[in-house]
């Protein structure tokens, strides 16, 4: 039941979309992907894949098809599409920060042929209304596939009816709630798990706990607010959850965790799964006096100790998921004192090169790779025709060319985001091109598909 429905709702899209608009051109959901290095669960074989309709056809050693448009993909590694679970498209009040297009943009130049949307929008996502709303949207502008986190609610009533909708998760924000729920009530927040979990939708959640308020301010310098926002705040979050969380039947996935002790609770716990930023992975507070508002996001960076841990305890296999939390803002908004920037930085066109770099230095093995940011996302959250590249499977395809060498440089962001704390960083391994749904929506450095190449994802459930 999980997600047999997502693949039906990719079905009627694509259906409707046949029938009310001649302009698309069917066959362009057809290719060959000739000669790469395909990834086949454990390694690679050299081989041809045929996409038909969106859907693999065949993966074989040989494939003659003159009839197909090919894509000459000799000396590229062929990887299931990304996942990224963990993204802010912002658009409809905050497209001035990021629309569906300029954020799936960076999606698709970033190797990303999913991603998962959060809810802390204007309007934010906390109704099946409003979901609906956002999915009308983002069918018009999304180069990739994408779903929806909604906002976790107290009713059971709109928790089932967003669950109707296709929401991917019920997200809990603890510094804030993003629709109303009593968040400083144990017994609130296991009656939300408890609806969550009578529907099947996890609960993914924001885990740094600022009720207690340690909020001290020790100045307006960016070091001052990220210290602030200590250590402590996640642990007692973490703590706190996984209490509660015993009570019920549900799945909890943890967002954004910065300490290698939540990421080893979490991985000894049942139905709960861990998530890591490329960003607490490989830097550190001491950025933030020469970057400032560049590396302010939430959680803050942490101490060398800390991230050199979260790093260590990722390689070694403690997370589920590496997801990019890419949190478009204005420049013009961040470039303030500190108290008055709001935290967040892009990452979508990042966090693939950022990590091959990793693979190409040998720290981390590709296997790796493709189960944090392919694998272990498409199970956490139902998505059973992707993350491989077999018969049957959705023809989302990223090709990766993993010798080249590269620079990150903000300024060719495809996001509206033209900052990252990353800017200047070497990197080794780049995006040759991205295929969503049998499509080429990027290719060396443009984005060659129109808006609206994407689908709409909902996660199943019927009622
Ligand atoms: C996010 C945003 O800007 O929406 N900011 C951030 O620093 N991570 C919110 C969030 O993910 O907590
Ligand atoms: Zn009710
Ligand atoms: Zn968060
Ligand atoms: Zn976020």
Redesign the pocket.
């Known amino acids: 039941m999980e997600s047999s429905s997502v693949r039906t709702a990719q079905k009627n899209l694509a259906r409707s979309k046949k029938r009310t608009d001649t302009a698309v051109d069917l066959d362009d959901r057809n290719i060959l992907v000739k000669d790469a290095d395909i990834w086949n669960g454990r390694d690679f074989t050299r081989g041809s894949i045929l996409i038909e309709e969106g859907r693999i056809k065949r993966v074989t050693r040989r494939i003659t098809d003159l009839s197909v448009r090919t894509i000459d993909a000799s000396g590229l590694k062929a990887l299931p599409g990304l996942i990224d679970v963990h993204v802010h498209l912002r658009d409809m009040g905050l497209s001035y920060k990021e629309d569906f297009a300029t954020g799936t943009a960076a999606a698709a130049a970033g190797g990303f042929t999913t991603v998962l949307d959060m809810p802390n929008t204007l309007p934010p996502t906390d109704s099946a209304r409003r979901l609906i709303e956002k999915q009308k949207v983002a069918a018009q502008k999304t180069y990739v596939n994408v779903g929806f986190h909604a906002a976790a609610v107290s009713d059971s009533h709109d928790i089932e009816s967003l669950a109707v909708a296709g929401a991917f998760s019920l997200k809990l ?1 603890l510094p804030k709630p993003i629709a109303p729920l009593d968040i400083e009530s144990d017994h609130a927040i296991e009656k939300m798990m408890r609806g969550a979990g009578r529907v099947e939708t996890p609960v993914t959640v ?1 885990a740094e706990d600022l009720v207690a308020g340690e909020n001290s301010s020790h100045g307006d310098s960016f070091e001052a607010v990220a210290e602030a926002r200590s250590p402590i705040l996640e642990t007692r979050a973490v703590d706190r959850l996984l209490r509660i969380q015993k009570k019920v039947r549900c799945k909890v996935h943890y ?2 965790l910065t300490l290698s002790s939540s990421l080893r609770k979490v991985r000894s716990s049942t139905s709960t799964t861990s998530e890591v930023t490329p960003h607490h992975l490989l830097l550190s507070k001491k950025l933030l006096s020469s970057l400032g508002w560049k590396a302010w996001m ?1 959680p803050p960076l942490r101490s060398e100790e800390t991230m050199r841990s979260l790093l260590n305890s990722t390689l070694s296999g403690l997370s589920s998921v590496i997801a990019s ?1 890419h949190a478009p803002h204005t420049i013009k908004e961040k470039d303030q004192s500190a108290s008055s920037s709001p935290p967040g930085v892009p990452g979508l066109e990042t966090t693939l090169p950022l990590m091959l770099t990793l693979v190409n230095r040998q720290q981390m093995d590709l296997s790796l790779l493709v189960k944090l940011l392919c694998e272990n996302p498409a199970r956490i959250f139902g998505l059973k025709s992707k993350a491989k590249l077999r018969r049957g499977a959705d023809g989302d395809v990223v090709l990766v060319d993993l010798k080249r060498k590269s620079r990150v440089d903000s300024s060719k962001f495809f996001s509206k985001a033209k900052f990252s704390p990353f800017d200047g960083v070497k990197t080794q391994g780049a995006v040759h091109s991205t295929i969503v749904g049998g499509r080429v929506v990027y290719r060396e450095g443009a984005v060659v598909a129109g808006e609206g190449s994407g689908f709409v994802l909902r996660r199943g459930f019927s009622g």
Do not use: L, N, P
């Open positions: 924000y924001h967002c954004h939430v939390d």
